[in-house]
Nanobody, 119 residues
Framework: QVQLVESGGGLVQAGGSLRLSCVVSGGTFSRYVMGWFRQAPGKEREFVAALNWSGGRTYYAESAKGRFTISRDNAKSTVSLQMNNLKPEDTAVYYC????????????WGQGTQVTVSS
């Protein structure tokens, strides 16, 4: 059974930084596309960033470009999201996601970690 466990969320002032991490157990981590999504209160879950199995290709939502960096360590089965210059609108629950073999559909979700950015 694949399990994803996020950490690193918290409360930060606008302009600050946070680093989220997600450790994956079960399965073969290095084979799959990994990503981060977020869901703000009253809104639908939205894509934030993703990267391919090697980390050589990354994809970002427009809101994340230039401020967030996704990375992975296949040896540690970990994917991270470095978030800089945070804004109050970044406040959300952030979810780690492992895509399925097609690379286009999420197969597994983490439980989420809260990020709150105060103005």
């Amino acid at each position: 059974q694949v399990q994803l466990v996020e950490s690193g969320g918290g409360l930060v002032q606008a302009g600050g930084s946070l680093r989220l991490s997600c450790v994956v157990s079960g399965g073969t981590f290095s084979r799959y596309v990994m990503g981060w999504f977020r869901q703000a209160p009253g809104k639908e879950r939205e894509f934030v960033a993703a990267l391919n199995w090697s980390g050589g290709r990354t994809y970002y939502a427009e809101s994340a470009k230039g401020r967030f960096t996704i990375s992975r360590d296949n040896a540690k089965s970990t994917v991270s999201l470095q978030m800089n210059n945070l804004k109050p609108e970044d406040t959300a629950v952030y979810y780690c996601a492992q895509y399925d073999g097609s690379g286009s559909t999420v197969g597994y979700w983490g439980q989420g970690t809260q990020v709150t950015v105060s103005s």
